[in-house]
């Protein structure tokens, strides 16, 4: 059984980095795609990121092009999403999950995946 687990939050100020991972056992993490969501307070999950299989294809959110960046090393079974110039706004917990299969869905809709980790806050305030 697929299980993921997703470290690296924290709080930084606006402006500031963060590295998210995500680790992955249980299963080879090879034959999946992963995507990566997040929810603020009384919003609904967003989809944030997600990656292929082999990290040849990645899809963002609009909100986070050109800010967040999805890579993924099967060798080590962990993906990760760095985050640079946090707004405010990215504040919410985060949460890995994995697609059921080697390439991302066409919408990053957190129903088309399944595994999801337990979630890792990040806070981003002055």
């Known amino acids: 059984q697929l299980k993921l687990a997703e470290s690296g939050g924290g709080s930084v100020q606006p402006g500031g980095s963060l590295r998210l991972s995500c680790a992955a056992s249980g299963f080879t993490l090879d034959y999946f795609a992963i995507g990566w969501f997040r929810q603020a307070p009384g919003q609904e999950r967003e989809g944030v990121s997600c990656i292929s299989s082999g990290g040849g294809s990645t899809d963002y959110a609009d909100s986070v092009k050109g800010r967040f960046t999805v890579s993924r090393d099967n060798a080590k079974m962990t993906v990760y999403l760095q985050m640079n110039s946090l707004k405010p706004e990215d504040a919410a917990v985060y949460y890995c999950?994995?697609?059921?299969?080697?390439?991302?869905?066409?919408?990053?809709?957190?129903?088309?995946?399944?595994?999801w980790g337990q979630g890792t806050q990040v806070t981003v305030s002055s």
């Open positions: 999950a994995a697609h059921s299969f080697d390439s991302c869905p066409g919408a990053l809709r957190s129903d088309y995946f399944t595994a």
